[in-house]
Nanobody, 120 residues
Framework: QVQLVESGGGLVQPGGSLRLSCAAS????????MGWYRQGPGKERELVAT???????VHADSVKGRFTISRDNAKNTVYLQMNSLKVEDTSVYYC??????????????WGQGTQVTVSS
């Protein structure tokens, strides 16, 4: 039905930058919201940022001013630009989309996760 392919994770030093991408494909009529969540070791999954189809964004307080979510509707892709990374940003990052399918139903889909490790 829907495939989400994430990329861009890796190992970076504190203060460094990474850019995550998540491309959606499948029987999608329309993607409503897109977002990024993360789950650190021993922690619950938490919201990082979301963006609506109209471009309205929400960023968690912990990442405001450092991370920026954006999307390319033509490519069904959502991005997360992460700057000034901190050790505490180390997590598995998950892409999330809410999509309306060609047959009219709306579903939430999750990516497979990409590891971001911030370490010196």
């Amino acid at each position: 039905q829907v495939q989400l392919v994430e990329s861009g994770g890796g190992l970076v030093q504190p203060g460094g930058s990474l850019r995550l991408s998540c491309a959606a494909s499948g029987s999608i009529l329309r993607i409503n919201s897109m977002g990024w969540y993360r789950q650190g070791p021993g922690k619950e999954r938490e919201l990082v940022a979301t963006i609506t189809s109209g471009g309205n964004t929400v960023h968690a307080d912990s990442v405001k001013g450092r991370f920026t979510i954006s999307r390319d509707n033509a490519k069904n892709t959502v991005y997360l630009q992460m700057n000034s990374l901190k050790v505490e940003d180390t997590s598995v990052y998950y892409c999330n989309i809410e999509a309306t399918m060609h047959w009219g139903q709306t579903y939430t889909h999750w990516g497979q996760g990409t590891q971001v490790t911030v370490s010196s």
